[in-house]
């Protein structure tokens, strides 16, 4: 159904596309159209820095970025949900148009500029949602907030959403917000990381609850240089690591006009290189922290190789634009068929 669908989703505008498939999907939800077009979903659940995930195969932030189609999107039987990215106040994001299609790459370019309602409007709609599945919630600063007060942003993040994220993934990696990456850079990193480790300390006290910290990271780095920040990572016991965010690079795609649009990178042409720095960090991190694997993972056999590669966790995004509901199912029971990466995956599994 869905692939009778998307040319005329593909018709339209790609942001306002992107809405009318989300509201198109909540409503074929309770007709149990979505489940048709998702197929078979099996148990395999999987436990992962302290919380106990339905299945491994999750929706990436920035798909419904405000909560707003939570229910819609739990019925394509993802294992967890990242909402996401929040600031600590509302802002617009880029000017449109923002986000572009490449489809013979089954690719996208984005440069959103984290356009959200806020940390505090996202936590006051899933307090009121009723929604029990597994949420995370990925914080960022606002464009405004100058290098020196990042921190300060991502502590009032984390204090909106704490009380309703099962875990909190803190972005430091998108390509769309002015000087972002820099805080990827070791100092800046480790600043933000204490920050919110102390925020955590007490906000766990006060709400009787731990909240894992994951931290996102690009897939743009020189030969030698994501090393050490790795290191720093596993040396602030940072909960978990996601790899990876969109690319600045444009991969195969030399002479496609519309590559020539500034943003990020996400889709089929990622995958080389998400892989890439997955396959690092499995190698360096050794199991002592969560790994999560998104970027360009659009079949099921992306997924288990993903896992295969040392992910705890996968995520979707750009292949759910281009496949539809039938990829979580694909992905999700080929999961199942992975085999453990040894040394990267937790005696849990």
């Not at 798909?63 to 999107?73: E, Q, R, S, V, W």
């Not at 290098?147 to 972005?171: C, I, T």
């Not at 609850?209 to 994951?214: D, E, K, Q, S």
Request: charged fraction near 25%.
């Amino acid at each position: 159904m869905y692939s009778l669908i998307r040319p005329l989703l593909f018709r339209l505008e790609p942001e306002t596309a992107h809405r009318v498939a989300l509201g198109m999907a909540r409503i074929a939800g309770p007709l149990g159209l979505i489940n048709w077009m998702r197929g078979r979903i099996p148990a395999l659940p999987r436990q992962v820095m302290g919380i106990d995930f339905p299945n491994p195969v999750g929706l990436a932030a920035g798909f419904d970025k405000d909560g707003k189609y939570l229910t819609a999107m739990a019925r394509m039987g993802f294992g967890f949900i990242e909402l996401g990215t929040v600031t600590p106040r509302p802002q617009p994001g880029n000017p449109r148009p923002r986000l572009f299609r490449i489809p013979e790459a089954e690719a996208l370019i984005n440069r959103m500029g984290f356009n959200n309602v806020g940390a505090a409007a996202l936590a006051r709609r899933l307090r009121t949602s009723g929604y029990r599945g597994v949420v995370g919630i990925n914080i960022g600063k606002n464009r405004d907030t100058p290098p020196e007060r990042a921190a300060d942003d991502y502590a009032a993040a984390l204090d909106a959403v704490y009380g309703v994220a099962d875990y909190v993934a803190v972005n430091v990696s998108s390509p769309n917000t002015p000087g972002l990456r820099a805080l990827q850079q070791a100092s800046n990193l480790r600043t933000i990381v204490y920050r919110l480790q102390a925020e955590r300390r007490r906000l766990s006290a006060a709400n009787e609850r731990y909240v894992p910290l994951v931290v996102k990271i690009a897939p743009d780095w020189e030969p030698g240089e994501l090393e050490p920040i790795i290191e720093q990572l596993l040396e602030l016991e940072v909960d978990g690591i996601a790899a990876t965010n969109t690319t600045l690079a444009r991969p195969g795609l030399e002479g496609v006009p519309t590559a020539e649009e500034e943003g990020g990178l996400s889709g089929r042409p990622l995958k080389p290189a998400a892989e890439e720095v997955l396959r690092g960090l499995a190698r360096q991190c050794r199991g002592k922290t969560a790994l999560i694997g998104v970027g360009g993972i659009s079949t099921g056999d992306d997924a288990r190789e993903r896992m295969e590669a040392g992910a705890d966790l996968v995520q979707l995004y750009t292949g759910l634009v281009y496949r539809g509901p039938r990829l979580v199912g694909e992905a999700i029971r080929a999961a199942g068929d992975a085999r453990p990466c040894s040394g990267a995956w937790r005696a849990a599994h």
